[in-house]
């Protein structure tokens, strides 16, 4: 992905700019996002809220419920009802949905996670780290990443 994305929900009535590259891609193969989107994977693109713009439309927040008695909550068009992305927990870091971006294939993951339970027919790359369950962020993303989400924290503290 180089420069500004745009995406949006499949009506049109949602749509949104990021304003920098992501933080961090994740793949994440664990069972709540396979029932979330009823399908093999998700693709989160890690970014700080503020750099999402809402260029039209208010995505609407839906708490999910998860395997382990928490929720997660998802924003959805309030019409066509596509998920556009989600927070777990921190509001200031968003878990934008891959598919959702115009260019989908600008899109690479930087890390595979919770492949427990990937699926069997999905073959990974050996280039891509890969991990049962989670991973240490401190050990995988690069320095400029970190340093932004220091400032996340710092916003938190
Ligand atoms: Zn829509
Ligand atoms: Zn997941």
Same mark, same amino acid.
């Given at each position: 992905?180089?420069?500004?994305?745009?995406?949006?929900?499949?009506?049109?009535?949602?749509?949104?700019?990021?304003?920098?590259?992501?933080?961090?891609?994740?793949?994440?193969?664990?069972?709540?996002?396979?029932?979330?989107?009823?399908?093999?994977?998700?693709?989160?693109?890690?970014?700080?809220?503020?750099?999402?713009?809402?260029?039209?439309?208010?995505?609407?927040?839906?708490?999910?419920?998860?395997?382990?008695?928490?929720?997660?909550?998802?924003?959805?068009?309030?019409?066509?009802?596509?998920?556009?992305?989600?927070?777990?927990?921190?509001?200031?870091?968003?878990?934008?949905?891959?598919?959702?971006?115009?260019?989908? +294939?600008?899109?690479?993951? @930087?890390?595979?996670?919770? $492949? &427990?339970?990937?699926? %069997?027919?999905?073959? =990974?790359?050996? +280039?891509?780290?890969?991990? @049962?369950?989670?991973?240490? $962020? &401190?050990?995988?993303? %690069?320095?400029?990443? =970190?340093?932004?989400?220091?400032?996340?924290?710092?916003?938190?503290?």
């Amino acid at each position: 992905m180089s420069g500004e994305a745009e995406g949006g929900c499949a009506c049109g009535a949602v749509r949104y700019r990021l304003a920098s590259e992501p933080l961090f891609v994740h793949c994440c193969h664990c069972l709540n996002c396979q029932r979330q989107t009823g399908s093999a994977f998700v693709i989160n693109l890690l970014i700080e809220a503020d750099r999402v713009e809402v260029v039209t439309g208010e995505p609407m927040p839906v708490d999910v419920p998860r395997d382990d008695g928490s929720t997660q909550r998802i924003f959805r068009c309030p019409s066509c009802q596509v998920a556009v992305f989600s927070e777990y927990g921190w509001p200031e870091l968003l878990f934008v949905r891959g598919g959702t971006l115009d260019e989908p +294939s600008g899109i690479e993951p @930087d890390v595979h996670i919770y $492949t &427990r339970s990937k699926l %069997p027919w999905v073959t =990974l790359p050996k +280039s891509t780290p890969a991990f @049962d369950a989670y991973y240490d $962020t &401190r050990k995988l993303w %690069p320095a400029a990443s =970190l340093e932004r989400l220091d400032a996340i924290r710092a916003l938190r503290s």
